[in-house]
C-alpha cells in the first residue's frame, strides 16, 4: 500500500491514517493500519472504533472496543461514543446498558457527545424511557444538540407530540430551534402521515427562522405527501426542488405509488430509480408485485427478463437478534445456528397459528422458483424471531427487536403484523429504510415503506 510508510509506528500518524483510510470508506484498510501500530493508545483505539462504526462495521468496532479494554487502554469520548453508535446500529440493548456503565465508571457520562450518542443509542433499541432519562440527567443546561437528539428519537418512533411538546419546552428554555429541530419536526410528521402540519412546519421553518431547507427536509415533505397519496404534488416538489432528487427520494416515491396502486407511477418511479441505482433489485419486485396484481403479466416477465438482463440479483438479507448480550445472526434458510431444529419448530407453530388466524403467504413474483407461496417461509427475520422466542431474547410482554439489513420484505411484513396478534407482544423490525412497530395485527408505518 502506498501509504504504509515508517508513520505507522507513531501512535499520531497512524490515527491520521485509520482516519484517512475511514473517511474513504475503505475499513479493511483502517483496520490494516490499526494492526501495524505498535504502540496502540486511546488514540488510536478511537479512531478505529468510530472509523468502523462509521463505515457500518458495528461488529468490527465493538470487538476493537473489547479489544481496547483487554489491553487496559484508557476510554475517552470517541471510543465510547463509537460503541455506542455500533450498538444502536446493531439495535443491541444490553451493549447500549454496559457501554452506558462504562462510560459511568469512566467519568464519561456527562459528556454531551457520548450523552447524544446514548439518547440515540436507545432511541435505535426503542428504548425511549432510557433514552430520555440520559437526556434528563445531563440537564440543565444543555445545548440544542442534545434536545435534537431526543426529539429525533421521539420522530424516528412517530411520537409527534412528544416532538411538539419538546419544541415548546426548548423555547421555553431560551433555545432557538435549528435545522436539525425542523428535521426532527419534519420527521416526526412524514412518518404519522401528516402532509399538512409537514407543509405547514416547513414553510414556518424557511419564513419565521430564515432556515434554508436541506434535502433532508424536502425527503420528509415529499415523503409526507406521497404517503398521504398525493403523488402529483410529491413529486412536484421532488423535481423543483433545489437538489437534484437522489434514490431515496424516488424509493420513497415507488414505495408510495406502489402502496396506492398507481401502477403506471410506480413503473415511471421505478425508472427514475434505476437510472440512478440500476443495481436495487428491490424496485424490480416492487414493479412487478404492483403489474401482476393487475394481471398485466407481460410486463411481469419483462421486468424479470430485464433483472436478469442486467444481472441484478437479489441482495442477501441478514437478520440479527441479541440475547443476554450476544448477537445471532441469520441469513435466510439458515442452518447453522446450534438450535436450529429447536428455531425450525417454533417457527413451524407459529406459521400454523398465523395461518390459522387468517395470514395468506404474499407472493413474490420475481422469484423463479416454482413454490413462491412458500419462497419466504424461512426468510431471516422469521428465523431470528423464532429463535427470539425460543432463547427467551426479552420477557414475557416485552418487545422482540430484530434488526435486518436490507429492507423487509412483504411477505415478513404481513406475517410479522399476525405474529404480533398470536403472540400478543410487540416486535419491533428496524430495517434499512425504516423502524417497524408489530402491535395486536398492525404496524406503525402503515404499509408504506
Ligand atoms: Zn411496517
Not at 475517552?76 to 444490553?94: D, F, H, N, P, R
Not at 419538546?166 to 429541530?181: K, S
Not at 404474499?362 to 422466542?389: I, N, P, Q, T
Amino acid at each position: 500500500m502506498a501509504f504504509k510508510l515508517s508513520l505507522n509506528t507513531q501512535p499520531f500518524s497512524g490515527s491520521a491514517l485509520i482516519h484517512f483510510y475511514a473517511k474513504f470508506r475503505l475499513p479493511q484498510n483502517a483496520r490494516k493500519a490499526f494492526d501495524e501500530i505498535i504502540h496502540r493508545d486511546e488514540v488510536c483505539y478511537g479512531a478505529l472504533i468510530v472509523g468502523l462504526a462509521q463505515n457500518s462495521r458495528p461488529l468490527d468496532a465493538f470487538s476493537a472496543f473489547a479489544e481496547m479494554k483487554g489491553c487496559n487502554v484508557r476510554s475517552t469520548i470517541y471510543t465510547v461514543s463509537g460503541a455506542l453508535s455500533a450498538a444502536g446500529q446493531m439495535v443491541a440493548l444490553e451493549h447500549c446498558r454496559v457501554i452506558h456503565g462504562h462510560a459511568i465508571v469512566a467519568g464519561l457520562d456527562g459528556n454531551v457527545v457520548v450523552g447524544c450518542t446514548l439518547i440515540d443509542g436507545y432511541g435505535r433499541v426503542g428504548h425511549i424511557v432510557d433514552a430520555r432519562m440520559v437526556f434528563d440527567e445531563l440537564l440543565p443546561g444543555v445545548n440544542t444538540v442534545v434536545w435534537n437528539a431526543m426529539m429525533s428519537v421521539y420522530a424516528q418512533h412517530g411520537d409527534k407530540s412528544s416532538v411538539l411538546g419538546m419544541y415548546n419546552a426548548m423555547q421555553v428554555e431560551g433555545l432557538v430551534p435549528d435545522r436539525f429541530t425542523f428535521l426532527a419536526l419534519l420527521t416526526a410528521f412524514c412518518n404519522a402521515g401528516l402532509f399538512l402540519e409537514s407543509e405547514q412546519w416547513f414553510q414556518r421553518m424557511r419564513m419565521e427562522y430564515k432556515i434554508k431547507p436541506g434535502l433532508e427536509h424536502y425527503k420528509c415533505l415529499v415523503g409526507a405527501m406521497a404517503g398521504a397519496g398525493r403523488l402529483e404534488e410529491a413529486e412536484h416538489i421532488a423535481m423543483t426542488m433545489p437538489f437534484e432528487p437522489d434514490a431515496a427520494v424516488w424509493r420513497t416515491l415507488l414505495s408510495s405509488c406502489a402502496y396506492h396502486g398507481a401502477v403506471d407511477k410506480t413503473c415511471e418511479m421505478a425508472k427514475r430509480l434505476l437510472e440512478l441505482d440500476p443495481r436495487d433489485d428491490s424496485a424490480y419486485e416492487i414493479v412487478a408485485n404492483v403489474l401482476s396484481a393487475k394481471g398485466r403479466w407481460d410486463e411481469v416477465a419483462e421486468m424479470r427478463k430485464l433483472m436478469i438482463y442486467r444481472r441484478v440479483k437479489k441482495k442477501q438479507g441478514r437478520s440479527w437478534i441479541e440475547v443476554k448480550g450476544k448477537v445471532h445472526v441469520f441469513l435466510a434458510e439458515d442452518r447453522r445456528h446450534e438450535k436450529t431444529e429447536e428455531i425450525y419448530s417454533k417457527l413451524a407453530e407459529l406459521m400454523e397459528k398465523i395461518e390459522k388466524s387468517g395470514y395468506v403467504p404474499v407472493r413474490d413474483e420475481m422469484l423463479l422458483r416454482e413454490d413462491k407461496r412458500e419462497a419466504h417461509r424461512y426468510d431471516s427475520e422469521k428465523l431470528a424471531l423464532a429463535f427470539g422466542v425460543v432463547a427467551g431474547a426479552a420477557p414475557p410482554g416485552k418487545a422482540l427487536r430484530i434488526v435486518k439489513n436490507l429492507r423487509i420484505c412483504r411477505d415478513s411484513h404481513e406475517a410479522f403484523k399476525y405474529f404480533s396478534r398470536v403472540m400478543g407482544r410487540e416486535i419491533i423490525v428496524r430495517d434499512a429504510n425504516k423502524c417497524h412497530r408489530f402491535l395486536n395485527g398492525s404496524c406503525t408505518c402503515g404499509g408504506i415503506w
